[in-house]
């Protein structure tokens, strides 16, 4: 059953994947569906599964949110078969092009039977892999990376040993990336190298084990948090059996520290860090060195209230509301265009003037990008009744651009990159800029540097080109 509404959209990258492995039939279709609800945020663009019985497979695909796209009977559809074994994932857009086809998870026929994968990440060499593997006859029929990876798995796949095709895959790729990779009767995840990008484990009472980009969506469905998965490992799950395989033991970890500032949900925890206590410490750490008097601490909706109330706390300066959100706008963030993120401003948050008038405001983000956002608030704050208007960043300047899997491709549309502080103050308009150091940043995630910074100091651990790879 593969059905979609739509023929065209764009479509970029994938960001969210849930996956569950049962001993025997449970409503696999209905866990996915609140699964990947609960990773939303990491993608409303797309969204897919893929369930298997063991025997059949089933897929359900299309544009738009895990709402927009499932409903009781696609569940119901896809509860028919019985299934044991389920992949979903939502997406949002970095790299590709439109097409429903480019909805994840991807779903191909092999010589030992169908294998379905999922991916949250980017690759740097991927069209690398996709150039030779054309070369040579191979048909590509999507423009994502995660192809490339399903493609060199199935190339690799020269007997039965299907392990030893995906840890051969898995170290040609290079990038972020957590995968999960689904055959008729195991569900395998991986971590890339470097831990860049999340994936966890736990298990619910039944016995079943799921795998989650993050923690929050283990609590949605009562399931047990276990523990994430190491870097560099391979998991594979197999009638409720767990085999570890690290196929990578030399890197250093470098989990994406923008995990911790804006793109995790709050009630997740990333490598025993947790990104609540994360963000309050942020807002601490951010009076340290802005210590500002004001009448009240206000955050940009949603993203930087926690670090605002850490402010709040810090100071004794009046946590307040000051901008009223509408619920129903996506995050201006991982918009595609230009234009979609600078409506979605002006419609997506309104100032409170009954609670800001004559004040002089703290207004506290979790990071400033592009500049859009942060100018509007504060034009529409002023124009409000604020006298003044500090505008802070629980985050360091963003001046390079991510090759690994978050919305910042390159340097010309990002505001650090091409200003100094004071003509960013001036381009926004605020009355005093501020931004978190890199070293308090990383204290607030742990305090060790085992992150990968490279959106604020241009040090990556993976080059963003790569020679050729095949052989």
């Given at each position: 059953?593969?059905k979609?509404k739509h023929?065209?959209?764009?479509?970029?990258?994938?960001?969210g994947?849930?996956?569950?492995?049962?001993?025997?039939?449970i409503?696999i279709?209905?866990l996915?569906?609140?699964?990947?609800?609960?990773l939303?945020?990491?993608?409303?663009?797309?969204?897919?599964v893929?369930v298997s019985?063991?025997?059949?497979?089933?897929q359900?695909k299309?544009i738009g949110?895990?709402?927009?796209?499932f409903?009781?009977?696609i569940?119901?559809?896809?509860n028919k078969?019985?299934p044991?074994?389920?992949?979903?994932?939502?997406r949002y857009?970095t790299a590709g092009?439109?097409?429903v086809e480019n909805?994840q998870?991807?779903?191909?026929n092999?010589?030992?039977?169908?294998?379905?994968?999922?991916?949250?990440?980017?690759?740097v060499?991927?069209?690398?892999i996709?150039?030779?593997?054309?070369s040579?006859?191979?048909n590509?029929?999507t423009s994502?990376?995660t192809?490339?990876i399903?493609?060199?798995i199935?190339?690799?796949?020269?007997?039965a040993?299907?392990?030893?095709?995906i840890?051969?895959t898995?170290?040609?790729?290079?990038?972020?990336f957590?995968?999960?990779?689904?055959?008729k009767?195991?569900?395998?995840?991986v971590?890339?190298?470097?831990?860049i990008?999340?994936?966890?484990?736990?298990?619910?009472a039944?016995g079943?084990?799921?795998l989650?980009s993050?923690?929050?969506?283990?609590?949605?469905?009562?399931?047990?948090f276990?523990?994430?998965?190491k870097?560099?490992?391979?998991v594979?799950?197999?009638?409720?059996?767990?085999?570890?395989?690290?196929?990578?033991k030399?890197k250093?970890?470098?989990?994406?520290?923008?995990?911790y500032?804006?793109?995790?949900r709050?009630?997740?925890?990333?490598?025993?860090?947790n990104?609540?206590?994360?963000?309050?410490e942020?807002g601490?750490k951010?009076?340290?060195?802005?210590?500002?008097?004001a009448?009240?601490v206000?955050?940009?909706p949603d993203s930087?209230?926690h670090a605002?109330?850490g402010?709040?706390q810090?100071?004794?300066?009046?946590?307040?509301?000051g901008?009223?959100?509408?619920r129903?706008?996506?995050?201006?963030f991982?918009k595609?265009?230009?234009?979609?993120?600078?409506q979605?401003?002006y419609?997506?948050l309104?100032?409170?003037?009954?609670?800001i008038k004559?004040?002089?405001?703290?207004l506290?983000?979790d990071s400033i990008?592009?500049g859009?956002?942060?100018?509007?608030l504060v034009?529409?704050l002023?124009r409000?009744g604020?006298?003044k208007?500090?505008?802070?960043?629980?985050?360091?300047?963003i001046?390079?651009?991510c090759f690994?899997g978050i919305?910042?491709?390159?340097?010309?549309?990002?505001?650090g990159a091409?200003?100094?502080?004071?003509q960013?103050?001036q381009?926004i308009?605020?009355?005093?800029?501020?931004y978190?150091s890199?070293?308090?940043?990383?204290?607030c995630?742990g305090g060790?540097?085992k992150?990968?910074?490279?959106c604020?100091?241009g040090?990556?651990?993976?080059?963003?080109?790569y020679?050729?790879?095949?052989k």
């Amino acid at each position: 059953m593969f059905k979609c509404k739509h023929n065209n959209d764009e479509l970029k990258e994938a960001c969210g994947i849930f996956g569950i492995a049962a001993r025997s039939s449970i409503d696999i279709p209905s866990l996915l569906y609140y699964g990947l609800f609960s990773l939303q945020h990491r993608g409303q663009e797309g969204t897919g599964v893929v369930v298997s019985n063991g025997k059949q497979v089933d897929q359900y695909k299309d544009i738009g949110s895990v709402g927009e796209v499932f409903n009781s009977e696609i569940i119901n559809d896809l509860n028919k078969i019985k299934p044991t074994l389920g992949i979903g994932h939502v997406r949002y857009s970095t790299a590709g092009s439109k097409g429903v086809e480019n909805v994840q998870p991807l779903l191909t026929n092999t010589r030992i039977g169908q294998i379905a994968i999922a991916h949250n990440g980017n690759l740097v060499n991927a069209e690398i892999i996709r150039d030779q593997l054309e070369s040579r006859g191979s048909n590509f029929y999507t423009s994502v990376d995660t192809e490339s990876i399903l493609q060199l798995i199935c190339k690799n796949l020269v007997t039965a040993d299907i392990i030893n095709a995906i840890k051969k895959t898995l170290l040609t790729i290079k990038g972020s990336f957590s995968l999960l990779i689904m055959l008729k009767d195991k569900l395998i995840g991986v971590r890339d190298p470097y831990g860049i990008r999340p994936l966890c484990l736990g298990r619910l009472a039944s016995g079943a084990y799921v795998l989650s980009s993050e923690s929050c969506a283990l609590d949605v469905i009562g399931a047990t948090f276990i523990r994430d998965i190491k870097k560099g490992e391979m998991v594979i799950i197999n009638k409720n059996k767990i085999k570890s395989i690290l196929y990578s033991k030399d890197k250093s970890q470098q989990t994406c520290i923008f995990e911790y500032v804006y793109f995790a949900r709050p009630d997740t925890t990333i490598d025993g860090v947790n990104c609540y206590l994360s963000r309050i410490e942020q807002g601490k750490k951010l009076f340290e060195e802005h210590p500002l008097k004001a009448d009240m601490v206000i955050c940009a909706p949603d993203s930087g209230i926690h670090a605002a109330l850490g402010y709040a706390q810090a100071s004794g300066i009046p946590y307040g509301v000051g901008l009223i959100k509408n619920r129903y706008i996506a995050r201006t963030f991982i918009k595609p265009t230009q234009p979609l993120r600078e409506q979605s401003v002006y419609i997506k948050l309104n100032p409170l003037k009954i609670n800001i008038k004559g004040k002089n405001i703290v207004l506290i983000d979790d990071s400033i990008v592009r500049g859009t956002t942060s100018h509007y608030l504060v034009k529409a704050l002023k124009r409000a009744g604020a006298k003044k208007v500090y505008l802070l960043s629980a985050s360091p300047m963003i001046k390079w651009p991510c090759f690994l899997g978050i919305d910042t491709p390159s340097r010309d549309q990002l505001i650090g990159a091409k200003k100094t502080l004071k003509q960013i103050q001036q381009k926004i308009g605020c009355d005093y800029l501020g931004y978190l150091s890199l070293e308090n940043l990383i204290n607030c995630c742990g305090g060790k540097n085992k992150f990968c910074n490279g959106c604020f100091n241009g040090k990556y651990p993976i080059k963003p080109t790569y020679y050729s790879v095949l052989k």
